[in-house]
């Protein structure tokens, strides 16, 4: 092979480094060393993912709203520098340690502790069975894709025990509401990743992968959201995660204006930065199943830039998708809880469930002849659409545009 295939030297290097260290261990533990090793790796590179994506959305935040954004926190021996702020995540992390941990005198004492526990350690399952790179994949799994969908719903026990075990009435409320909408989002998400597990006939997320690999015409990649089921299966996704992961516009779990943090209302300290990192693990998480399933995962765009490491490609694509969450963020406000069930019900639903006809209609009008191969793209493509703009006009009828008055 040539420097710019899969022999590269920086496509190995690091499993060349694992191996090596694995090697310094007597044979009848290299097994956990192993896994040790993965799992260290796996925490230290997200977990430091996770404090500079913090710090990127505060930027990027300021930026969209015309403001400077974090720039002072720094390092003692930069003085008359503060960095840009980048330091900001390890000084908010030392203040979230340091802060005095409050705990109700009604509350249960171990449903409190345990429910932010429960919550990081379940969104880091799914992290398990993503494939960062070429050979890069911690577990193998046949069933990854379920793998991934029961670690991530252990969270609603999660937030469910947070608003039981605080004894306070608003908290638990809250935490119904939250689980409302993670159980309402749960279907289109699901939905929306069942057409490729259809189309490509495995629930491994090596081999979903390892399909979206070649070129049309040398430049255009066989990615799963270059067609079109797999384009309105992403749209889907990206709605439906946006409010799994609690991000804005679908952000009413928390609702910090309106509901005092919901279900986090009597946390503090450390147990609040643990709900707070929960959150990021899970968009991050839930990212990089889009990157998999729509994106090609660790697949390069062009042939020509194999050169590139796949583990990179992978994680280019994953901040590029954060990128995306956060300008979200940043535009668009806030829904109403009738709003938010509406819209998965009355909209994400159908057209997912549609969607999943559309790529069994894809996947069994293949090579059929050269005629329909040309035909079943504008094909799916009516399929999804005209039901997309039908249930848009449906969901919308009888509300008039909204105006806005400002004061004078």
């Known amino acids: ?78 003085k008359g520098h503060g960095l840009w702020g980048l330091t900001q995540p390890f000084a908010d992390a030392v203040k979230a340690l340091t802060k005095e941990d409050v705990v109700p005198e009604a509350a249960d004492k171990v449903l409190h502790f345990l429910a932010p526990v429960v919550i990081v350690a379940f969104s880091l399952l799914g992290f398990a069975v993503l494939p960062f790179g070429r050979n890069y994949l911690p577990v193998e799994l046949d069933a990854a894709i379920l793998y991934f969908f029961a670690a991530g719903t252990a969270t609603e ?30 279907l289109p998400l699901i939905l929306s990743v069942v057409p490729v597990i259809l189309v490509v006939g495995t629930l491994s997320t090596q081999e979903i992968v390892v399909a ?25 996704f990206l709605i439906a995660a946006l409010a799994e992961s609690n991000r804005s516009p679908f952000d009413l779990p928390e609702a910090e204006s309106e509901l005092i943090a919901g279900h986090l209302t009597e946390y503090s300290g450390f147990k609040y930065a643990l709900f707070f990192m929960a959150e990021y693990f899970g968009l991050t998480a839930l990212s ?12 390069a765009p062009f042939a020509v830039l194999e050169i590139v490491p796949s583990y990179l490609w992978f994680m280019i694509k994953l901040a590029l998708m954060i990128m995306f969450f956060i300008w979200i963020r940043g535009t ?32 069994l009008s293949a090579g059929h002849s050269p005629a329909m191969d040309l035909a079943r793209w504008p094909i799916s493509a009516a399929i999804i659409i005209i039901p997309f703009y039908l249930l848009g006009r449906r969901l919308t009828a009888g509300y008039g545009p909204r105006t806005y008055q400002y004061a004078q």
Request: proline fraction near 5%; glycine fraction near 10%.
């Open 288 to 299: 990089g199943l889009g990157v998999t399933i729509f994106l090609g995962g660790w697949q």
């Open 332 to 363: 668009l406000l806030r829904l109403r809880i009738d709003q938010l069930t509406r819209l998965s019900w009355k909209f994400l639903v159908p057209l997912a469930l549609l969607n999943l006809g559309n790529a069994a209609f894809w996947s």
């Open 157 to 186: 026990l999660a937030i469910f025990m947070a608003g039981w075990g605080s004894r306070n009435k608003y908290s638990l409320l809250a935490a119904m509401r939250a689980l409302a909408q993670l159980i309402s989002y749960e």
């Open 1 to 78: 092979m040539t420097a710019s295939g899969p022999d590269a030297f920086l496509e190995h290097a690091p499993l060349q480094l694992r191996d090596a260290i694995v090697d310094l261990f007597p044979a009848a533990t290299q097994w956990l060393v192993h896994h040790l090793i993965t799992i260290v790796v796996i925490l230290t590179v997200f977990g430091l993912f996770f404090a500079f994506t913090t710090i990127a959305e505060r930027k990027l935040l300021g930026r969209l709203q015309n403001r400077l954004g974090p720039n002072r926190a720094g390092l003692p021996w930069f």
């Open 212 to 236: 979206q690999g070649g070129w049309t015409f040398g430049f255009i990649p066989h990615w799963h959201v270059f067609t079109p089921w797999g384009f309105a299966g992403f749209v889907i």
